[in-house]
Structures are given as structure tokens and as C-alpha cells.
């Protein structure tokens, strides 16, 4: 069931923006090699669920908005066939903010399924 | 609606009119990045495809050229380059402006990047100069193609280089990495569009001119420098070193102890200025080197 109107889609867009860098810096932790764009886009793609149709086009700025702030570091490899590809590592830096960012994922998704299920003394 | 890449990557270009030029070039080369992989791994699982058909798919996944866009744009406005964040966080007035230069990052990379153009700009010149030389005499033999199209690249090699350092201390924005070339051309075409772009020559100019610009910041820089320092000095040369202001060998000439104060504040005011002039000339700097080193997406 996905709602295509106006506000809902901004609802997604909104919670994508929002959760993309965590999952990105997630992803990349679990991963044992570098990995480029379109390895992160299809990773994602097996994974995701109707709601969460995030735009493939969309990881490419956080991608590089995460190593401008020094939580991912990249490099430019050619490959075999096609345009070179940009392999994305996290760092060390990278590994600490995603402990962070995870316990703050986790405060956020209990109290926000609390308020959900009515568990709240509202 | 797209029936290839470049196609794709014309109608994203003409969407991010606007956009600033670095951002445009990574927009660009993640996205050709992106469909090209993605075109290839299709073709892998069934040879027989025609690209054609397959890209509509792909394009969809990856979100319509203002889609993409709009994510790039989203993703700039909240992260700006390097120092560009430092711009008044408060209007101060007048006296605290004025001194506000110190705690300014971009007066103190835009000093450095001047001190460090004063070598840059010798080396730059050395190369540039010996390469077109031995590329020009060798040009009489079969091999002098090769070196000249090898120090072409050397050139484009340095401008890349050379925007990594503006980016850093200029806090102009510079793309990440050079453009790609069109794919499937043969590379007698590559070499052509080595040498007929402009921007392989404008790098060229810009190597031999940084000699001069760089030796006259790093000659303006160290005159203003010294003149400060003496001024702020010359109170703690006269009282405790007893070093005359003036000393011609038979007269010295020493500052009377009112002076002090006054030569104390000029200093300080010059050099406070001399902060002002580096960082505009480090702005006006930025924006050359934009201008000659950097592909504008048109």
C-alpha cells in the first residue's frame, strides 16, 4: 500500500534524507572491500521494501557530502570496461559516528514506535 | 524519453544550469558513472540487449535528471566547501571587522596559498617551459609526438592538481577530478580533444604566469611583513638592544619614547591591513584559477 500524494511523498523523502547517511556509513562498515556507487545502489535495492524507494540517483551527493566531512575517504580506479569507478571506504572517524548515530537510530525508532502503539501515558 | 547516456547526462547538465560548476561536474560524472556500470552489468546477464531499451529501466531506478539534480542541490545546502562556512556569523561593526580578519580561516589559507605560490609558480614554470621546449625540438623527429602529447597530460595532470589546492585554501569550489572523456571514441579522437580543448592551453598560460604572480605576492607579502614587524620591534630594538632606528655608520637616529606607541599601532594597522589585501587577492586568486583550470559545464 503506497500512498503517491503530495504530503506522503514528502513524508519519504523527508525520513530517506534523513536515515541515508546511516545506512550509507552501514553498509560500508559491513562491507570488507571498498565499495563504488552502483555495488551501495544495488546492495540497497535487494533490501528495500516498497516505502523506501529511495532514488539510486540520490546516494551519489551523500556519498560524497560523507567523505567531505571525512567519514568516508574514496579513490578512482579504472575499470575493465566502462568510465572509471569511485571506490568509497569508511574511516575511522566514519566507524565512531556510526556507533553514535546508531544508539541516537535506536533512542528515536523506540519512541517513536512507543507514541505509534500508544504505550505512551498520553 | 533518453536513449543514451549522453543524452541522459545533456538533459542533467541543462537541469543543473546555475548550479555551481564543480558540483555540476560531480553530478555528471557520478551519474555517467552509474548508468554506464549499470548498462554494463545488463549487458553481462543478457549479451543480446539492446541498450535502448534497457536505459528507460535504469534511468527510472536512478530518478529523472531534476530528480537527481534537486538531490545534489538538497545535499550542497547543507554542507558548503571547506571554508566557505567561516562567512560572518554576525554583522560586527566597523573596529571589530576590521580585526575580525584574524579569526577569519580564509585570510590565514589565503595567506598561505600565497607563501606557497611563490614555489608552486617556479616550479609550474620550470615544467611548463622545459616541456614545450624539448616537445618543440623534438617535434623535428618521429618520437616528439609522443612527449608532447605526454606533457599535455603532465599539464592537465597539474591543473587537477593545482585546483585541490585552491579548493583547500581558497575555499573555491574546484571539481573533484577531470571530466571523462566521451566514451567510445578511439583514442586518436581522445588526443584531439586533448589538444584542441582550451583549457589545456589555459593551464599552460596559468603555469607560466603563476611564476610571476607568485613571486609578486610573496615580495608584496614579505615587504609589508617586515615593514609591520620593524614598527611593532622598534621600541624593543631601542630600549633593550639599544639598535638605532637609523644607522648610517657615522649618525644614529633614535625614535623619541613618545613615538613608541605610534609606531607600535602602525605596525599593527599595516599588517591588520596587509590581512584585508590577502584575503581579496586571495578571492580574486580563487576565481581565476576557476576560470582558466576548471571545464565550465555550457
Known sequence: ?122 | MYRSVEEYLDALKKEMQGFDSATMQDALTDAEEHLRTALETARESQPEMDAAATLPAIIEQYGSPEETAAAYAEVERRTSPSLAQSVNRKQRTGLGRFFGVYADPKAWGALLYMLIAFVTGVIYFTWAVTGISVSLSFALFIFGLPVMLLFLLSVRGVAWLEGRLVEALLGVRMPRRPLFAPQNIKWQERIKLLVIDKHTWLSFLYMVVQLVLGTLYFVVLVTLFAFSLSGIAIPILQEAFNISVIDTGSTYYYLPQWGYPLVVLAGLLLWTATMHLVKLVGDLHGRYAKAMLVVEQD
Not at chain 1, 574514496?74 to 566507524?95: L, M, N
Open chain 1, 1 to 122: 500500500m503506497v500512498d503517491h500524494n503530495m504530503p506522503t511523498k514528502k513524508f519519504q523523502k523527508e525520513m530517506n534524507s534523513g536515515t541515508a547517511s546511516l545506512v550509507m556509513l552501514s553498509v560500508l562498515s559491513q562491507s570488507e572491500d571498498p565499495m563504488y556507487g552502483y555495488q551501495i545502489a544495488k546492495l540497497l535495492d535487494d533490501n528495500r521494501q516498497d516505502a523506501l524507494a529511495m532514488k539510486q540517483g540520490a546516494l551519489y551527493p551523500v556519498l560524497r557530502s560523507l567523505e567531505k566531512n571525512g567519514l568516508l575517504s574514496s579513490k578512482v580506479e579504472p575499470s575493465v570496461s566502462g568510465p572509471p569507478r569511485r571506490y568509497y571506504t569508511i574511516t575511522g572517524d566514519g566507524r565512531e559516528t556510526l556507533t553514535l548515530w546508531t544508539e541516537i537510530w535506536s533512542q528515536m525508532k523506540s519512541f517513536v514506535d512507543s507514541i505509534l502503539e500508544g504505550e505512551s501515558d498520553v
